[in-house]
């Protein structure tokens, strides 16, 4: 008698211990899974988007300091960036300031706000050639940058307001249809009304390319250069738009 | 009687048109404007900024007239349309208010006070005809209902198992019964190890066997979890925020390189900055299936205040969880593929417009879209699986050649193709398959991606 409790109490064991294994087996889906040596996946020279401060499942606040302080600068303002044979005019720092009040309305912090700096920037030159090719660039940046919300022909008809939930912008040829190279370029780099602040997205050479396609949208000439330069209204700027990194 | 029939159809007329005029009045007690027009107008002119409904870049435009006129006046309202920068200068009290309150000029609109008249037709008797956001959790329930009816095959198996425990006790006791009747010698000291120790013995034949395969079973299993380990096919870690490419990429068609654009420049597809979610989501607060909780995210992170409309200056970072992981020791550059390549995202991430957040996506969801030209057969972020698509896919060469330009100056690829050209052996040799893949240029070469 005592031999058949003992019995049934190892098989109950056994069947208790056999369901447990099966159950782990069930994988947790915020686990990547078995790495082959692990600290492969961190660099130890320093990546962008490894997340120095976990070691093997630790968190370490030191280790992730010593990056942020250590590491990760942003350009001192007015860097121009070296890209080979890159048009030099073109990065140079944007003179222009963002609107009054950009900080609280777009969220430019640290921004240096200009109240003329729209209307400085109305007679800029588009530095960038134009050409064809460019004008073929800026239509394919257009499709990845401004289509979700302007439309295919800038009429403000998007898949993004087409839902109803976000604002139709205004039609390149309707009330947008005078609007100068430069202003579109201010636009594009400090935002409008519902309208964010795109400079972060496309750099100046991409956004003067697009400039072009937004202006046969409009149906202007985009070849056409704008020959009114308004000199004495453009102050030196130190840093632009582009000195701001986001947040 | 003609005068009398004259006199009613002259009060008749009189009453009609008094009724129309008081219905009208009613409906519309400012000017009477066209409604359609109104429409066309605010979209095109008004709509950027403004919602009738509710605040935006603006306030919202609904009773803009009523306000103007109850703390300044009608002439004023007009005014303040067409140019609110003067109207301020000319020392509108309510004007600088309203001036000091959104905090950014409203652009001059040069439109008539009847086309004003349109607009506010329209926005007046504009309704609000957004659904209400279905209730949380909607798409959670199919989860629950899963693990639960997990849990009763569970519960299935163990019972299943105890009858079987129960049925294999009763056997050996009534065994044993019929021993001691036989006669037969029964040990009752003998443990468990030692029955079952007898027990394989007095059955070594198709027991032998058994184990056998047991053992050469259990070793193969063993070794495919082995080969598991380092690939990461499927895995799908919760985010900070239910984010949904189904209904960003998807749904809304706003293209990959929007959010992840330096995928064409560096070696990074890179996460957005909050302030590219921000270009929406200072306007959109409410989304489709989540409601205002994982916008309410977003805000917090940007220092977003809803309630002032403006940016506070005090911002956050969003802890995203990394989903495609390569080791140290492998280099990949997303502009290579994406912009020099011409390779398409779908290729290597497969269909994200099906998906919420990101995924590790398995070589059958990659084979499944029709449109990528390789078709895979490694698991996905594996080195077999690089070097697949390396020998699989084929490079445009030809045209990638600047006519009459020397070595220095060439292209890329052109400088290639034109060794290649000088070697008739290995060109003819390349050119068999009628394939110039990525392997024969170097792709298959340690050092493009190990050093």
């Known amino acids: 008698m005592n031999m058949k409790v003992n019995r049934m109490k190892k098989f109950g064991l056994i069947a208790v211990l056999g369901a447990g294994s099966l159950t782990s087996c069930v994988g947790d889906s915020n686990s990547p899974g078995l790495e082959y040596m692990p600290d492969m996946y961190r660099s130890s020279a320093v990546e962008a988007y490894v997340d120095y401060g976990e070691v093997r499942g630790k968190y370490d606040e030191n280790a992730q300091n010593l990056i942020v302080e250590k590491f990760t600068f942003t350009p001192p303002s007015g860097t121009i960036p070296y890209a080979g044979n890159g048009n030099v005019a073109v990065n140079m720092p944007y003179r222009h300031g963002a609107p009054v009040g950009a900080d609280k309305t777009h969220g430019l912090y640290g921004v240096r706000q200009d109240s003329a700096g729209l209307a400085n920037a109305k007679w800029d030159v588009n530095p960038v050639p134009f050409s064809e090719d460019v004008l073929k660039e800026g239509k394919v940046l257009f499709e990845r940058f401004c289509i979700h919300c302007h439309g295919e022909n800038g009429a403000g008809d998007g898949t993004v307001p087409g839902t109803g939930k976000y604002p139709p912008p205004p039609a390149y040829d309707g009330p947008l249809k005078d609007r100068t190279a430069g202003e579109i370029f201010y636009t594009i780099t400090y935002g409008k009304g519902a309208m964010g602040s795109h400079a972060s997205q496309i750099n100046k050479e991409e956004r003067w390319k697009i400039v072009y396609y937004v202006q046969k949208l409009q149906g202007n000439d985009p070849g056409a250069a704008t020959v009114v330069v308004n000199e004495e209204a453009a102050p030196e700027v130190e840093g632009g738009a582009d000195a701001h990194n986001g947040h | ?451």
């Not at chain 2, 003067?86 to 020392?91: N, V």
């Not at chain 2, 990528?372 to 699986?385: A, E, Q, Y």
Request: proline fraction near 3%; include cysteine.
């Open chain 2, 1 to 451: 009687m003609k005068v009398l029939n004259s006199f009613i159809s002259q009060r008749f007329k009189l009453l009609v048109v008094t009724a129309i005029s008081l219905l009208s009045f009613s409906s519309n007690i400012y000017a009477e404007g066209d409604k359609a027009k109104g429409e066309v107008l605010f979209k095109a002119n008004c709509g950027a900024c403004h919602f009738p409904h509710k605040d935006m870049t603006g306030p919202a435009l609904k009773g803009a007239r009523q306000r103007w006129i109850d703390n300044s006046s009608e002439e004023n309202f007009y005014k303040w349309i067409k140019d609110s920068q003067k109207l301020i200068g000319e020392g509108d009290s309510y004007a600088s208010s309203l001036f000091n309150e959104w905090g950014s000029v409203m652009t001059p609109q040069a439109v008539s006070d009847e086309q004003i008249d349109d607009i506010f037709a329209y926005v007046d008797g504009y309704e609000d005809v957004t659904p209400p956001p279905p209730p949380t959790g909607g798409p959670g329930g199919t989860d629950v209902a899963e693990e639960s009816s997990n849990a009763i095959w569970w519960i299935i198996a163990v019972l299943l198992l105890i009858v079987i425990g129960a049925v294999g006790t009763v056997r050996g006791n009534l065994n044993r019964v019929a021993k001691v009747e036989a006669g037969e010698a029964v040990n009752e000291n003998e443990t468990l190890a030692q029955g079952a120790r007898r027990w394989a013995w007095d059955n070594r034949g198709w027991f032998g066997v058994t184990m056998l395969l047991v053992v050469v079973a259990l070793l193969t299993a063993g070794m495919l979890d082995l080969m598991k380990i380092g690939v990461f096919e499927d895995y799908k870690p919760e985010q900070p925020i239910a984010y949904s490419h189904k209904l960003h990429a998807g749904d809304l068609a706003i293209d990959c390189k929007y959010c992840h654009n330096a995928v064409t420049k560096s070696k990074h597809a890179t996460i957005p900055t909050v302030n590219v979610c921000m270009n929406c989501h200072k306007t959109v607060t409410e989304g489709t299936t989540t409601g205002t909780e994982e916008i309410a995210k977003i805000h917090d992170a940007a220092g977003w205040d809803a309630d002032t409309k403006s940016f506070t200056g005090v911002t956050k970072p969003i802890k995203w969880v990394k989903v495609h992981n390569l080791p140290d020791h492998v280099y990949f550059n997303h502009s290579q593929h994406v912009e020099v390549g011409g390779v398409d995202c779908a290729q290597c991430h497969g269909d994200m417009k099906k998906e919420t957040v990101a995924r590790v996506m398995t070589t059958a969801d990659l084979n499944a879209v029709e449109e990528n030209k390789i078709k895979f057969s490694r698991p996905t972020l594996t080195m077999g699986w690089c070097i697949e698509c390396h020998q699989l896919s084929n490079v445009d060469v030809a045209g990638s050649h600047i006519d009459g330009a020397s070595e220095s100056e060439d292209s890329y690829y052109g400088v290639i193709h034109q060794r290649l050209m000088k070697d008739k052996e290995t060109y003819q040799k390349y050119l068999e398959d009628d394939v110039i893949s990525v392997a024969e240029l170097g792709g298959w070469e340690c050092a493009k991606c190990h050093y």
